[in-house]
Nanobody
Framework: QVQLVESGGGLVQAGGSLRLSCGAS????????MGWFRQAPGKEREFVAV????????SYADSVKGRFTISRVNAKNTVYLQMNSLTPEDTAVYYC?????????????????WGQGTQVTVSS
């Protein structure tokens, strides 16, 4: 069992930056691929980024490539999402997620555990 708690969301102006954190409980954290989804009002939840168990492999949605960076520190059971050059289109609730299969992570059905979400609002 893995419990995920996000933090770091908030209100930021367009062009600004935020760093989201996701703390995980459970000794099996390092065995999971970790990542982020987001859901904007009236839209479906979408994949944002994923990092494999060791941190050597990452994947990003096209909409965030070059602006967002995912990382993890297994010793701290924490995964991060550094978000730069934010735009109003990035406004959403951001969810941390864990999956036993890195390849299947981008499909929400492949996720084993979800966090409660943290709101990110980007003003124009």
């Amino acid at each position: 069992q893995v419990q995920l708690v996000e933090s770091g969301g908030g209100l930021v102006q367009a062009g600004g930056s935020l760093r989201l954190s996701c703390g995980a409980s459970g000794r099996t954290f390092r065995s999971y691929a970790m990542g982020w989804f987001r859901q904007a009002p009236g839209k479906e939840r979408e994949f944002v980024a994923v990092i494999n168990w060791g941190g050597a492999t990452t994947s990003y949605a096209d909409s965030v490539k070059g602006r967002f960076t995912i990382s993890r520190v297994n010793a701290k059971n924490t995964v991060y999402l550094q978000m730069n050059s934010l735009t109003p289109e990035d406004t959403a609730v951001y969810y941390c997620a864990a999956a036993s299969n890195f390849v299947e992570f981008a499909a929400a059905q492949g996720v084993d555990y979800w966090g409660q979400g943290t709101q990110v609002t980007v003003s124009s």
